[in-house]
């Protein structure tokens, strides 16, 4: 498999201006285009108020004619609206007269008729067209005529856009110009800003990088906007949990400390002693065989006290406890109270186990160790309390209502007082009055084990007192509850 994929870190700030420039730059291209339109529009207004008046002008003559299609007739309209329509130094005017029929009756034959039907007469009516190649705005109308035979006529006066093309230029370069001053300092005062609003993160970072590595103290949020105070108080509980994560690993030192430095001493002492007494040849042979049997003894303690530790570790590695495989828990209990049959034996107790054949039960999705581990503490638990001619079951139960995957170890030992049933699976935790020896750390092991699986453990009574029944030693009930949905079937 090829190197992960690294992603690339994004600036908080870059992508805030860029969110708040990128519409700004592209709504800049739409306004300048909405100006242009809307220029023309205003262009149009004045130029064609002038054009309507010498049209209805032009219209006034055409109405007055009593033959305008008369050649001498059309002459002298055709004079009189030359003097009328005198062309400027920019644009130039053209006109037109035509029947209802669309015969030209006097002006430029050019001129295209409008693609309306005629209407009221004198009703004013403007398009744009073309003269060739030449853009031209059109002013028409309908007159009635004086002659019989014509009762309406066609008005045409059509000017160049040379006047409206110039107005809406220096309009457009009144809007647009200042636009080109505006747009580069709306980008240096947003810049500005997210620089301004970003300052208290900077500062933020700035006291966190100054804090000593062994500060867990709270972030103080009185200064922090409050769009980052759920940042800071999210931090501050991490904190806290780390602050408490760390206390109870300092405590967890101290105590295992402790716990080896018993057999420790206890094993350098009785080395100590057997050097002296070979030193000075007083030894005898038994007070050696007691030395190295004393020294045995606190070896194997303090190797018992290491392995716990080490068990304990591994139940509270988060990454191991994820990588789950089938188990058959029944398997596993059948084989650890196979393993501790001698011990069993050697103290005279009564170890079983109830449960059923393989594959009876669900595969539980876990981590084999620690599964393996759990069980393991929990026998051995169950041995070191109960005395001799005594008993321990240790019985894997199918749930019927298909829920859970129980595993029970019961013991026929003195029990666990109610106020106690918390504190024993605490780590170095010890029953008051118990002389057994162990380090106190199986139960809190199993705790943890448990907590990687989802699973809840329980102490109870073996068995309970009961009116009429003889006064006997009630036992414990550990009882294990694997839920089902993390079980493979």
Not at 102 to 114: E, H, I, N, Q, S
Not at 221 to 248: C, F, G, Y
Request: charged residues 20%; contains cysteine.
């Amino acid at each position: 498999m090829g190197a992960p994929i690294q992603r690339e870190q994004r600036s908080l700030f870059g992508e805030i201006l860029d969110w708040m420039l990128a519409p700004l730059l592209l709504l800049w291209p739409m306004s300048v285009a909405l100006t242009w339109l809307v220029a023309q529009s205003i262009a149009n207004h004045p130029y064609d108020r002038e054009l309507g008046e010498l049209l209805r002008t032009l219209a006034r003559q055409v109405a007055a004619q009593p033959a305008a299609g008369a050649p001498a007739q059309r002459q002298r309209f055709e004079h009189a609206a030359a003097q009328l329509l005198r062309p400027d130094d920019v644009d130039s005017l053209f006109f037109q007269v035509a029947d209802a029929q669309g015969a030209v009756l006097a002006g430029d034959t050019d001129l295209p008729p409008p693609p309306d039907a005629p209407d009221n007469p004198g009703e004013l009516h403007f398009r744009d067209a073309t003269i060739g190649d030449e853009a031209v705005r059109v002013a028409y109308l309908w007159v009635p005529m004086a002659s019989a035979g014509q009762p309406l006529a066609l008005v045409q006066l059509a000017e160049t856009l040379g006047k409206r093309s110039r107005l809406a230029t220096e309009i457009i370069k009144g809007v647009i110009l200042p636009q080109f001053v505006i747009l580069p300092l709306a980008v240096l005062l947003v810049w500005f800003a997210l620089v301004r609003g970003i300052r208290p993160l900077s500062e933020l970072q700035r006291r966190i990088r100054l804090r000593e590595s062994s500060d867990l103290s709270p972030i103080e949020d009185r200064h922090v906007p409050e769009e980052v105070a759920p940042l800071v108080a999210s931090i501050n509980d991490l904190l806290a949990r780390l602050d408490q994560s760390i206390a109870a690993q300092r405590h967890f030192l101290a105590d295992a400390a402790h716990q080896l430095k018993t057999p420790l001493a206890g094993l350098r002492t009785q080395a100590e002693l057997a050097a002296c007494e070979l030193a000075s040849g007083q030894g005898d042979r038994r007070s050696l065989e007691h030395s190295l049997q004393q020294i045995a003894l606190s070896s194997q303690r303090a190797a018992h006290t290491v392995n716990q530790l080490l068990a304990m570790a591994r139940a509270e590695d988060k990454e191991q406890a994820l990588r789950r495989e089938p188990v058959d828990l029944a398997a596993v209990t059948r084989e650890a109270v196979r393993d501790f049959v001698p011990l069993a034996l050697e103290r005279r107790i009564d170890l079983g186990f109830e449960g059923p054949e393989a594959g009876g039960v669900p595969l539980l999705a876990g981590q084999p160790v620690l599964v393996r581990e759990l069980v393991r503490n929990l026998i051995d638990n169950a041995l070191q309390y109960t005395p001799a001619g005594g008993t321990v079951t240790a019985r894997v139960t199918p749930d019927p209502f298909g829920q859970v995957i129980v595993l029970q170890v019961e013991d026929s030992g003195p029990g666990i007082p109610a106020h106690e049933r918390d504190l024993v699976f605490q780590a170095f935790y010890r029953g008051q009055g118990t002389l057994v020896d162990g380090s106190g750390l199986g139960l809190a092991i199993v705790q943890e084990i448990a907590k990687a699986h989802d699973a809840e453990v329980s102490v109870t009574d073996a068995h309970p007192p009961r009116p009429g029944r003889p006064a006997s030693p009630p036992g414990a009930l550990f009882t294990v509850r694997f839920p089902l949905g993390g079980a493979m079937p």
